[in-house]
């Protein structure tokens, strides 16, 4: 009889140690993930160009999990900012990303680490795919020592290599984008700089500057216009004469591009470089995108929109939910692998918030620093004639 | 060959060529040198020592400067580092500053720094910020430059001196050169620093010939920014001018010294950082100030001279209020007679020092 209970209480000792259903789920349908899909893409309007970006495009099942994770991590992270503003833990200004994650994770996959990427102030998502950990991300917002530009900089003013921010004039960045360019032509490194504006930008008497010349010297620069259709609280139908923003570069050839569909973006982004790299000077994308949020924290975003449509394009267009159910009805994950992966995002997100509201404010000490670059220590005048504060590159 | 080549094109610009030539051989004790040249000679040595240097602006290249500055350096360089632009200020500033963040060394020019009002938002917003709101991470090492204040029968829209209005901004050295010698070390100096330099030249002092001794002439003169120049001694009162009014501090203290009055003139050199301790040092030697300058009274130059004194250890020396002789608060007018009459004249030196004196 014991032996009996034994030989009985040994087999089931072995069976609860395996975990049960879930690792014998999994270990049967790793094997039968579909390794590599090909999905058909919309076809994007040309402007001033014969040939466009294939209408097809395959997607491996790493790349799927990998953009699905930055996009859900991008997602994550813009709500909790949301949060973390509304407990006014985070000041200022905060505009946020939610709902265009195709955009920024598109174009990062059509690229390398090594081109540039400047855009707007909109710009944590970028940050993101150019380097920037959400940790020091979100200690910047709430503008502490551990934050990536050190609590100096705030939501629109942060920076990686190769990433040049975070820009809080409308429009002055695509200048600045456009010679970060000449400057990859200048050294011959075949590298490119990506120069984002948003709609309410592309009408600023600077971009049509920078057009000019990027096309005049065929700068290595790809110009891409994120079209949430709202510039602040004006649509697009009421600030632009013309809303065909892929247009809008004249003489540059132009990409309409489904913005909402990664695989799309970054097929037209594959498309540009290709252009740009082939010494054919610059080009110009159009992402047609959407933001949930309004302009920024202060604008609740339905007095010039109506909630319907908000909610229409979170059901039937979202980035993640799309590249989601691609994935799942193509046997390229599990929804358990999705969940698992929400759950770590969950916990980066929490890890890095939590980091961001107990990490100190920078010293005072670090007030003056900073103002000019390898210089010797000088002295700053304070508020008042007698504080001489401390200055040091 | 390129001598050849140069004599063949037209006789001016072939003599140029012969002066330059010789320069560059062996250069003789001390040489009349013009700002203009000096700058120019700068520039070309600066591209020549490192080939992230470059020039944009408009006319630059194929025009050889509107004010020709930059003679010859567009034959000499060619189209990557010499870059004629068009006329599209904020675009091209723009260009310029993103260049400096991915490693170039822009030199840019704007044609007056009249014109640098329409890029305003770049050389402050983008550039003299950026090093600060990046904690460090983003230097921006570029140079803006141009004739500043008032040349001649030009007119209101462009005549004005920004020397106050750049001079404010934290992130921006600013610099103001007066003779041929600040402005080869000066702009040497602008080229070199990792920062953003914003270098006012004058054009009414740009065909002024100074002379320039051996030592000045070296490949590796420098002046350093933020140190003001003592260019005349005196123990009766202070006169701190910068850019052309040196000249008419140094002709007033000529007149003066014949009446008994020794004026010692500090030409500032830099605007910001300011060289407050040279002017302190000065007054308590003289106990009297005068500031000299071209642009408008209100939040200017002096405006700020004068705060500082104030509020610093010289206060206790002076034995009379300092004063400011300033530009008329006016735009500036066309006719001859009234132009003359907006910006300091000698005589206008003389009585505000005389005033001051109580003489």
Same mark, same amino acid.
């Given at each position: 009889? &014991?032996?009996?209970?034994?030989?009985?209480?040994?087999?089931?000792?072995?069976?609860?140690?395996?975990?049960?259903?879930?690792?014998?789920?999994?270990?049967?349908?790793?094997?039968?993930?579909?390794?590599?899909?090909?999905?058909?893409?919309?076809?994007?309007?040309?402007?001033?160009?014969?040939?466009?970006?294939?209408?097809?495009?395959?997607?491996?099942?790493?790349? %799927?999990?990998?953009?699905?994770?930055? @996009?859900?991590?991008?997602?994550?992270?813009?709500?909790?900012?949301?949060?973390?503003?509304?407990?006014?833990?985070?000041? %200022?200004?905060?505009?946020?990303?939610?709902?265009?994650?195709?955009?920024?994770?598109?174009?990062?996959?059509?690229?390398?680490?090594?081109?540039?990427?400047?855009?707007?102030?909109?710009?944590?998502?970028?940050?993101?795919?150019?380097?920037?950990?959400? &940790? $020091?991300?979100?200690?910047?917002?709430?503008?502490?020592?551990?934050?990536?530009?050190? =609590?100096?900089? %705030?939501?629109?003013? @942060?920076?990686?290599?190769?990433?040049?921010?975070?820009?809080?004039?409308?429009?002055?960045?695509?200048?600045?984008?456009?010679?970060?360019?000449?400057?990859?032509?200048?050294? =011959?490194?075949?590298?490119?700089?990506?120069?984002?504006?948003?709609?309410?930008?592309?009408?600023?008497?600077?971009?049509?500057?920078?057009?000019? @010349?990027?096309?005049?010297?065929?700068?290595?620069?790809?110009?891409?216009?994120?079209?949430?259709?709202?510039?602040?609280?004006?649509?697009?139908?009421?600030?632009?004469?013309?809303?065909?923003?892929?247009?809008?570069?004249?003489?540059?050839?132009?990409?309409?591009?489904?913005?909402?569909?990664?695989?799309?973006?970054?097929?037209?982004?594959?498309?540009?470089?290709?252009?740009?790299?082939?010494?054919?000077?610059?080009?110009?994308?159009?992402?047609?995108?959407?933001?949930?949020?309004?302009?920024? @924290?202060?604008?609740?975003?339905?007095?010039?929109?109506?909630?319907? $449509?908000?909610? $229409?394009?979170?059901?039937?267009?979202?980035?993640?939910?799309?590249?989601?159910?691609?994935?799942?009805?193509?046997?390229?994950?599990?929804?358990? $692998?999705?969940?698992?992966?929400?759950?770590?995002?969950?916990?980066?997100?929490?890890?890095?918030?939590?980091?961001?509201?107990?990490?100190?404010?920078?010293?005072?000490?670090?007030?003056?620093?900073?103002?000019?670059?390898?210089?010797?220590?000088?002295?700053? &005048?304070?508020?008042?004639?007698?504080?001489?504060?401390?200055?040091?590159? | 060959?390129?001598?050849?080549?140069?004599?063949?094109?037209?006789?001016?610009?072939?003599?140029?060529?012969?002066?330059?030539?010789?320069?560059?051989?062996?250069?003789?004790?001390?040489?009349?040198?013009?700002?203009?040249?000096?700058?120019?000679?700068?520039?070309?040595?600066?591209?020549?020592?490192?080939?992230?240097?470059?020039?944009?602006?408009?006319?630059?290249?194929?025009?050889?400067?509107?004010?020709?500055?930059?003679?010859?350096?567009?034959?000499?360089?060619?189209?990557?580092?010499?870059?004629?632009?068009?006329?599209?200020?904020?675009?091209?500033?723009?260009?310029?500053?993103?260049?400096?963040?991915?490693?170039?060394?822009?030199?840019?020019?704007?044609?007056?720094?009249?014109?640098?009002?329409?890029?305003?938002?770049?050389?402050?917003?983008?550039?003299?910020?950026?090093?600060?709101?990046?904690?460090?991470?983003?230097?921006?090492?570029?140079?803006?430059?141009?004739?500043?204040?008032?040349?001649?029968?030009?007119?209101?829209?462009?005549?004005?001196?920004?020397?106050?209005?750049?001079?404010?901004?934290?992130?921006?050295?600013?610099?103001?050169?007066?003779?041929?010698?600040?402005?080869?070390?000066?702009?040497?100096?602008?080229?070199?620093?990792?920062?953003?330099?914003?270098?006012?030249?004058?054009?009414?002092?740009?065909?002024?010939?100074?002379?320039?001794?051996?030592?000045?002439?070296?490949?590796?003169?420098?002046?350093?920014?933020?140190?003001?120049?003592?260019?005349?001694?005196?123990?009766?009162?202070?006169?701190?001018?910068?850019?052309?009014?040196?000249?008419?501090?140094?002709?007033?203290?000529?007149?003066?010294?014949?009446?008994?009055?020794?004026?010692?003139?500090?030409?500032?050199?830099?605007?910001?950082?300011?060289?407050?301790?040279?002017?302190?040092?000065?007054?308590?030697?003289?106990?009297?100030?005068?500031?000299?300058?071209?642009?408008?009274?209100?939040?200017?130059?002096?405006?700020?001279?004068?705060?500082?004194?104030?509020?610093?250890?010289?206060?206790?020396?002076?034995?009379?209020?300092?004063?400011?002789?300033?530009?008329?608060?006016?735009?500036?007018?066309?006719?001859?007679?009234?132009?003359?009459?907006?910006?300091?004249?000698?005589?206008?030196?003389?009585?505000?020092?005389?005033?001051?004196?109580?003489?």
């Amino acid at each position: 009889m &014991r032996k009996m209970l034994t030989i009985i209480s040994n087999v089931l000792r072995g069976s609860a140690s395996r975990n049960g259903a879930r690792v014998v789920v999994s270990a049967r349908t790793y094997a039968d993930f579909t390794p590599q899909a090909t999905f058909d893409i919309k076809k994007c309007d040309l402007h001033k160009l014969e040939e466009g970006p294939p209408l097809q495009a395959m997607l491996s099942r790493e790349e %799927g999990l990998q953009y699905y994770r930055t @996009m859900q991590t991008m997602r994550r992270m813009e709500l909790k900012a949301d949060q973390l503003y509304k407990q006014k833990i985070i000041r %200022g200004f905060c505009h946020l990303y939610d709902g265009q994650e195709a955009c920024a994770v598109g174009i990062e996959a059509g690229i390398n680490l090594s081109d540039h990427l400047i855009t707007a102030y909109r710009a944590h998502a970028y940050t993101l795919t150019r380097g920037g950990t959400v &940790r $020091e991300i979100m200690a910047e917002l709430t503008g502490r020592r551990g934050g990536i530009a050190k =609590g100096k900089g %705030g939501s629109m003013h @942060m920076y990686t290599k190769n990433f040049y921010g975070g820009n809080g004039i409308v429009g002055a960045q695509v200048p600045l984008g456009a010679g970060v360019a000449l400057a990859c032509k200048y050294l =011959g490194k075949n590298e490119l700089c990506v120069c984002l504006y948003g709609d309410g930008a592309a009408n600023q008497g600077q971009i049509f500057e920078t057009y000019n @010349m990027a096309s005049l010297w065929k700068l290595p620069c790809i110009f891409i216009c994120e079209n949430n259709k709202y510039g602040m609280g004006t649509s697009v139908e009421r600030a632009a004469a013309s809303t065909d923003y892929y247009k809008r570069g004249d003489f540059i050839p132009g990409l309409r591009v489904d913005g909402m569909d990664i695989l799309c973006v970054r097929e037209a982004t594959k498309f540009a470089a290709e252009h740009c790299r082939s010494g054919k000077g610059p080009i110009l994308m159009e992402l047609q995108t959407y933001r949930y949020h309004g302009h920024s @924290m202060s604008d609740p975003g339905v007095s010039y929109r109506t909630r319907e $449509e908000i909610q $229409e394009v979170r059901s039937k267009s979202d980035p993640i939910s799309m590249l989601k159910d691609r994935m799942l009805s193509n046997n390229m994950a599990s929804v358990e $692998e999705l969940k698992e992966i929400d759950v770590e995002v969950r916990k980066e997100i929490e890890d890095a918030a939590q980091f961001a509201t107990t990490d100190p404010e920078p010293p005072l000490d670090d007030l003056c620093n900073h103002i000019f670059y390898n210089n010797p220590p000088m002295e700053v &005048r304070g508020t008042n004639p007698w504080t001489k504060l401390k200055s040091v590159s | 060959m390129a001598s050849l080549r140069c004599f063949l094109r037209s006789g001016k610009n072939a003599v140029t060529a012969v002066l330059r030539r010789e320069f560059h051989g062996t250069p003789p004790a001390a040489v009349q040198v013009t700002v203009r040249d000096a700058l120019n000679q700068a520039m070309d040595e600066e591209l020549e020592r490192d080939e992230r240097v470059f020039l944009l602006g408009e006319e630059v290249a194929q025009y050889d400067g509107a004010y020709k500055v930059s003679r010859g350096l567009w034959k000499k360089y060619g189209d990557k580092r010499i870059i004629d632009t068009p006329i599209t200020e904020m675009g091209f500033a723009g260009i310029a500053v993103g260049a400096a963040m991915a490693g170039l060394r822009p030199i840019c020019e704007f044609m007056t720094f009249n014109f640098s009002m329409q890029a305003i938002d770049q050389v402050i917003n983008s550039a003299a910020k950026t090093y600060y709101m990046s904690a460090g991470l983003q230097s921006v090492p570029i140079v803006f430059r141009g004739p500043n204040g008032a040349s001649a029968g030009v007119a209101a829209q462009h005549s004005q001196c920004f020397a106050a209005w750049y001079g404010h901004c934290p992130g921006l050295k600013v610099v103001s050169p007066w003779s041929a010698e600040d402005a080869r070390g000066l702009l040497k100096s602008a080229i070199r620093d990792d920062n953003p330099v914003v270098f006012l030249e004058n054009e009414l002092m740009y065909g002024v010939p100074f002379e320039m001794s051996e030592e000045v002439q070296s490949k590796d003169f420098l002046i350093p920014i933020g140190k003001a120049k003592i260019e005349r001694q005196g123990n009766h009162i202070t006169l701190v001018s910068h850019s052309r009014m040196v000249s008419l501090c140094l002709d007033a203290a000529a007149v003066l010294a014949k009446e008994g009055i020794e004026c010692e003139v500090i030409n500032m050199r830099t605007i910001r950082p300011l060289d407050a301790e040279a002017i302190e040092t000065s007054i308590m030697k003289t106990n009297h100030l005068v500031t000299v300058e071209g642009g408008w009274p209100q939040f200017g130059i002096g405006a700020e001279i004068l705060a500082w004194i104030m509020e610093g250890p010289a206060f206790n020396y002076l034995d009379a209020p300092a004063v400011r002789v300033t530009g008329v608060d006016i735009p500036m007018p066309y006719a001859k007679i009234l132009e003359d009459n907006s910006i300091p004249q000698i005589k206008d030196i003389i009585f505000s020092v005389k005033k001051t004196l109580n003489v």
